[in-house]
């Protein structure tokens, strides 16, 4: 009798070998060109000014936020637009059509207020606006 978790072993001991192997493997066989550009931080040419921690507009979140929201709501009416004639057979157009139109309300109602609060007005900031007079 073997025991089962002898192949879980074994799996993931080939699972960290193959990786492992091929790191050290190719870190043999390639060229080694020392030279400061390589040790740079950003290596596209540009030179680094300025820190790393940048303030981002708050602004961007909001708008990934409401994308994210709008786009589950297209999930989830795609399926009951597919079944809706035939649940409108079975259980009848109340039943069906009102809890689509709560949930339609209610996305509608966040949008009008995400609207009004300027959650959707696009906004530069000075860092742009300084770039575009230049």
Avoid: C, H
């Avoid at 390589?38 to 030179?47: L, N, P």
Wanted: charged share 15%; net charge neutral.
């Amino acid at each position: 009798m073997s025991n089962p978790w002898i192949a879980v072993g074994a799996l993931a001991l080939v699972g960290v070998a193959i990786p492992l192997s091929m790191i050290g493997i190719s870190s043999l066989l390639r060229p080694s060109v020392p030279e400061q550009g390589k040790r740079a931080t950003y290596e596209s040419g540009e030179i680094p000014t300025g820190d790393t921690r940048i303030r981002f507009n708050i602004q961007y979140y909001l708008i990934a936020l409401l994308f994210v929201v709008f786009d589950i709501e297209t999930v989830l009416i795609f399926p009951w637009a597919l079944i809706y004639s035939d649940a409108v057979a079975e259980f009848g157009l109340t039943p069906v059509l009102g809890p689509m139109l709560v949930f339609l309300a209610i996305l509608v109602i966040g949008l009008g207020w995400a609207w009004r609060n300027g959650a959707v007005r696009w906004v530069k900031s000075e860092r742009a606006e300084i770039k575009s007079e230049l």
